[in-house]
């Protein structure tokens, strides 16, 4: 099935237990009042705004500017015999998610406004062809941020080494 929205979905699997991976997220995580005044002091330890649980989490990678495809990693850490899995979902933050969708449907509306209505056909490709390239844009912003968080959520775990 082919999915409209940037979405990426990983399976990890460590020989460390759940507590020796959520101890280190919670070290790498700072917790985020997004309603408060943001602020101006950085730890270089931070890695990841978010939350950290028991058993689950939701982080983003630490930045200086807004980004509008910076992934949410939504995680979920199971227990096995000899370590545990870690299951990571990266999806566009609600916001920009929003944004996508609403201009999408309104290139769509303007496409065929200018199909049907209008009888102005170049103006409605030119309209359906924004909407696309918007969505292809998104996507390969999206695929570029998502690599990026995995290599510092990987190097984290010591799953792969520095570069």
């Keep these: 099935m ?12 460590s020989s460390m237990t759940c507590e020796e991976v959520i101890t280190r ?41 807004a980004d509008s495809f910076l992934p949410l990693i939504k995680g979920n850490i199971e227990p096995t015999r000899t370590g545990c899995i870690i ?22 509306a303007m496409g065929i406004f200018f199909f049907f209505a209008a009888g102005q056909p170049v103006f409605g490709i030119v309209s359906l062809a924004v909407g696309v390239g918007n969505v292809l844009f998104a996507w ?14 990987h190097e984290m775990l010591s799953l792969q080494k520095n570069r």
């Design 2 to 13: 082919v999915k409209y929205l940037p979405h990426h979905t990983e399976v990890l699997v």
């Design 25 to 65: 997220l919670y070290h790498v995580t700072q917790e985020v009042d997004y309603l408060s005044h943001p602020s101006s002091q950085s730890d270089n330890e931070q890695l990841f705004n978010g939350k950290v649980e028991e058993t689950t989490f939701r982080l983003s990678k630490v930045v200086t500017r």
């Design 87 to 108: 299951f990571l979902d990266y999806s566009l933050f609600p916001g920009s998610a929003f944004f996508m969708i609403f201009w999408s449907v309104i290139t769509l």
């Design 140 to 153: 390969s912003h999206f695929k570029r941020k998502v690599k990026q968080s995995q290599q510092i959520f």
